[in-house]
T-cell receptor, first 109, second 112 residues
Framework: GIQVEQSPPDLILQEGANSTLRCNFS?????LQWFHQNPWGQLINLFY???GTKQNGRLSATTVATERYSLLYISSSQTTDSGVYFC???????????FGTGTSLTVIP | DSGVTQTPKHLITATGQRVTLRCSPR?????VYWYQQSLDQGLQFLIQ???????AKGNILERFSAQQFPDLHSELNLSSLELGDSALYFC???????????FGPGTRLTVT
């Protein structure tokens, strides 16, 4: 099946720092989403971004589908950004859905 | 709040038992997806229903089954439970057969 790899696996940041999270996928996909799983386990939608670039406040994302990767940028990080960030894709044909391995982010004050 | 609801929030049961997890999608969404999140397997897709019909199947065990009812809510049935079935079970919904998925708060299942 498709491989969805995220890097780095773990990240510790000082509050106010910027970071870039990466999602690589091994096959052509229809759709790509980024999620934040907070410490309470809730999965929160960040971006639905099959291609191109989107921005939402301090967060932005870019997907280059032809090169099979997506990036999530977090600027001016806050302690509330802590948690695990997942990318998720569905294969062309749209009958399988895969989550990446996740990046665990800890923002310290 | 995504608009997707799941009940119960927590469930503790014994090995060999059977449980039913329930999911109500966002208003207007026709697709329901089920996922399992465990420490060793990560987040895995189990099954998708679209407008009452099974549309896609992932790593769902034969001991597990699901259905989507005419009012579009869905139930995931887990039977002959094993310790390894302990996990967080998420339901998600989307408007169409594909597209942006919105996740419910999850049901935490503990099998003792």
């Amino acid at each position: 099946g498709i491989q969805v790899e995220q890097s780095p696996p773990d990240l510790i940041l000082q509050e106010g720092a910027n970071s870039t999270l990466r999602c690589n996928f091994s096959d052509s996909v229809n759709n790509l989403q980024w999620f934040h799983q907070n410490p309470w386990g809730q999965l929160i939608n960040l971006f639905y971004i099959p291609s191109g670039t989107k921005q939402n406040g301090r967060l932005s994302a870019t997907t280059v589908a032809t090169e099979r990767y997506s990036l999530l940028y977090i600027s001016s990080s806050q302690t509330t950004d802590s948690g695990v960030y997942f990318c998720a894709v569905d294969l062309e044909g749209g009958n399988q859905f895969y989550f990446g391995t996740g990046t665990s982010l800890t923002v310290i004050p | 709040d995504s608009g997707v609801t799941q009940t119960p929030k927590h469930l503790i049961t014994a090995t060999g038992q059977r449980v039913t997890l329930r999911c109500s999608p966002r208003s207007g969404d026709l697709s329901v997806y089920w996922y399992q999140q465990s420490l060793d397997q990560g987040l895995q897709f189990l099954i998708q229903y679209y407008n009452g019909e099974e549309r896609a199947k992932g790593n769902i065990l034969e001991r597990f089954s699901a259905q989507q009812f005419p009012d579009l809510h869905s139930e995931l049935n887990l039977s002959s439970l094993e310790l390894g079935d302990s996990a967080l079970y998420f339901c998600a919904s989307s408007v169409g057969a594909l597209g942006e998925q919105y996740f419910g708060p999850g049901t935490r299942l503990t099998v003792t």
